[in-house]
């Protein structure tokens, strides 16, 4: 080695060399990681056993004089050797003690001398203190045992006062620190997504390295802030880089980092101006949702119950919600997939009322012109009723309980409605069945109208009775099949009726021309006077026995005579239309006249009861035959009428004589005409009493109604006629008045 020029280091060996001879020094090494902070102590650092490949280490040089006279360690200089391949130097640092003098050439894996001079006159490194000379900086090239060694310089080392020391009296210790190879960088490194939206997470993912067992993880530089976990969760507010790096936990070794990046975009502001509407609908309507995107987003999602939770489709969505529920809207980037938070927006459903109850027409079935009236009860939840005509919501029908007079069979609905809420319930139908009309003019052969005809429909179908314009109209049961038929007191009509089936519509010109009985001239239909011409008609059968409906046999006995003659001449030279005019009781007009045979069966016994049918206007009706306490058969008939109800009682009539009309009798006296009338053979035309019922109501509506009528024919009747043949009654009553058509008819 080659000595360093020190003209004063040698004046203080030259003062020392006798007793130097005498006294130890202490050279150590010590390795660290970062240099001691004081230049003096009296504990040594621990050294540090190993390093990492790359890493940065040091090693300090420390004296103390621990002879038996301690002055101070005044100097030092050594050599200092290691392997070459296993660290560098880097620098050298001689401190605030040693700086006088200072020297240390490094070279590859060498410095040659190390060392410097204390200036001060004070000792230092005195035992127990120890003082630093030097501290080299080192990086750790390659693994294995570096030995850092101390070894004799050509200067050497001297004490303060004492000179140089020798180097058999100075104590030379090194340092050994072994280089641990670094494990190889992490792989696959990677953001789980690799792109998120701000508030988003992303799952950080390496391969330890080989020669590693652990993952290291830093937010913003490699070694910067930690980032805890082997698979870190991240949320970043913004684009951030993470860097990763293998660690072998036993050296505390690491790799090199891989950088991953987690990139964020920016969430679009939330929707504006979101709204329902309407906001309140009634169970199963429905509500238009509507929003404003907000910034940074270009589309709307829409949810129900949640955000994010069952998806609504569309950008303003129709919804038809059964109870009130929550939507949720919120701002979506379709380029990023960001999205805003959500705005709420509420449907409230309130609950329809319940349909209405006893929805009725009274009545049900009207004829054209005439009203019903539409009722029923509001549902529960309702407050009120909405009526409409044609459609459930088609035209309003005003009024709770409105009057309807429909020109055609008319379906009418009712709901029930909640005021407060405008909920509605489903529709109830009621309908008003319109029955169709049979319409005409009678008139007589000279087309003068004829007024007071009465003109009746059987089998339900009503009467009218024609106006000053001789036009008369019924208005009949849909559907209705029967015989129209005109009366008029002392008139004959052509044709005698007219048949219809299965009326649905309207019907029309149902015309007849009417004949005075007595104008029997000209044939075709007379000229509205009674004399001379008509009388030559008549007398070709005077005194003659004619068929049925002979147009000079005025009184319908089968014989054309004084009595016909008799009420002839009532008419004589005078206007059909004179008031004067008498007529016989067959031709005579009151009421609903229902022309029937009254066929009787014969009893078996007089106190039989028997049960049969009675053939009235080709409807058969039921009756039965019964004795009473008195002693009388008994028949009961049913009695239809289209203008009003007939009274629920009985009205009894009798069968008197053929040459007396038939007579009828209160219930106090039904014993005593019972008892008088048992000579009676025949019947003439049967009349109902005026008890039963009003004689001119005039009621609306009421077609089809029924009652009953009781015929009291005494026993005796048929026990005188027992012996006449099986057709016993019947035939007798025919016998005599083959040509009268019995009746039951209802005076209005």
Known sequence: MTPVARPLYTLLMLAATASALAQDLDFRLVAVSTPTGSSTTTTLPGSISDVCVGETFFVEFWVSDVGSTNTGVSSA?????????????????HGTLYNALSSGTIAAGSIDELG?????????????????????????????????????????????????IAWANIALSGVTVTVNPLPNDPTGAVATPATICAGDSSTLSATVGAGGDALEWFEGSCGGTPVAGQSPTVSPAATTNYFVRSLNTATGCFSACVQVTVTVNPLPSVPTGAAATPATICAGGSSTLSAAVGAGGDVL?????????????????????????????RSVNTTTGCVSACVQVTVTVNSLPSDPTGAVATPATICPGETSTLSATVGAGGDALEWFEGTCGG???????????????????????????????ACVQVTVTVNPTISGTVTTALTNPLSGVQVSADNGGGSDTTDAS??????????????VTPCLTGWRFAPPDLSFANVTAPVSGADFIGTQVYDLDPPSGGDEFVGVGDFSFFAPSWQQSVPPNHPSDFDCDGFVGSGDFSFFVTAWLKSVFDATISYPACRQCSGVRLHSLLKLPRPSAPDAIHATDLLLNDARVPFRMEKDHHAAGLVEVEAFSADQRLRDEDAWVTLPPVERELQSASGRERGRTAHQSRESAAVGPVLLPETLGDPCPQRAGLVGVEGAVTVRIPLTAFAERRDQGDEGLGDSLRGRTRAARTGISRRL
């Open 395 to 425: 035209t309003s029908v005003a009024g709770q309980s409105p009057v309807v007079s429909p020109a055609v069979t008319t379906d009418y609905f009712v709901r029930s409605v909640n005021t407060t809420t405008g909920c509605v319930g």
């Open 77 to 93: 200089y050594v050599d200092l050797s290691w392997p070459s391949t296993l660290a560098t130097a880097v620098s050298i640092d």
């Open 470 to 483: 001789g036009d008369y109209q019924l208005c009949v049961p849909n559907g209705w099949s029967g015989t």
């Open 116 to 164: 410097g001079s204390l200036l001060s006159a004070t000792g230092v490194g005195i035992e127990p203190e120890w003082a630093r000379v030097a501290v080299v900086e080192l990086t750790a090239d390659a693994a294995g045992a570096a030995a850092f060694s101390l070894s004799s310089s050509t200067t050497g080392a001297a004490a303060l006062g004492r000179g140089v």
């Open 301 to 329: 999602e829409w949810f129900e119950g949640s955000c994010g939770g069952t998806p609504v489709a569309g950008q303003s969505p129709v919804v038809s919600p059964a109870v009130t529920t929550d939507y949720f809207v």
